[in-house]
């Protein structure tokens, strides 16, 4: 069935330091990707996004890439600073069907002031 | 900023109860979908409706479960008889209708929390 992996569970940066988390998705027809930030006891909420068009995305910190053909896609966050500590998901979805999102597990990033 | 709402943000509830959750989504948004988070796991999906109907639903959504939208606002998410497995944090979730083979950011509510005991 779908199903996303994500790589690694956690992860603890320097603040100022890069972070960079990987996710592979199993569904071939895939074409939407995004990444939510979960802050504790709070909603998952919409950081960047990728379409499978596009190789590379980058939001000033953030960036997106994407590779089709071996079916991954990450997560980089440059300058890292304490407020990006959170749980960050990878998500997948068909935008020809229910566009329902797949998520992987999460990763839980703390940033060391 | 719109945002989604859902009431109530805490729900406890005896095993065997039925309880409703409900969300408002954003006003001009047509899809809208429940996903759960068992404590300290993923967010799964649970369903998503569209039109009126469902458009797709998860293995986890079975005969306990059922959506509804019973006015222009609101979208309920039941569920008959509670088991202590379905206690996790419920989110509801909605989208605009871009058009056939666009993509479409999701918008998550708060979420409810509900306990089953």
């Known amino acids: 069935g779908e199903n996303v992996e994500q790589h690694p569970s956690t992860l603890s940066v320097q603040e100022g330091d890069s972070a960079v988390i990987k996710c592979t998705y199993s569904?071939?027809?895939?074409?939407?990707f995004p990444w939510y930030k979960q802050e504790l006891g709070k909603r998952p909420q919409l950081i960047i996004d990728?379409?499978?068009?596009?190789g590379e995305k980058k939001d000033q910190r953030i960036a997106v890439t994407l590779n089709k053909t071996a079916k991954h896609f990450s997560l980089h966050i440059t300058e890292t600073q304490p407020e990006d500590s959170a749980v960050y998901f990878c998500a997948a979805s068909r935008v020809d069907s229910s566009y329902k999102l797949i998520f992987g597990s999460g990763t839980r990033l703390l940033v060391r002031p | 900023e719109p945002e989604v709402t859902q009431t109530p943000s805490h729900q406890v509830t005896q095993m065997g109860q039925e309880v409703i959750l409900r969300c408002v989504p954003i006003s001009n948004h047509l899809y809208f979908y429940w996903y759960r988070q068992i404590l300290g796991q993923k967010v799964e999906f649970l369903v998503s409706f569209y039109n009126n109907e469902i458009s797709e639903k998860s293995e986890i959504f079975d005969d306990q479960f059922s959506v509804e939208r019973p006015d222009g606002s609101n979208f309920t998410l039941k569920i008959r008889s509670t088991k202590l497995e379905d206690s996790a944090m419920y989110f509801c979730?909605?989208?605009?209708?871009?058009?056939?083979?666009?993509?479409?950011?999701?918008?998550f509510g708060p979420g409810t929390r509900l306990t089953v005991l």
């Open positions: 569904d071939s027809a895939s074409n939407y």
């Open positions: 990728i379409r499978s068009n596009v």
């Open positions: 979730a909605s989208s605009e209708v871009r058009g056939r083979g666009r993509y479409n950011e999701q918008f």
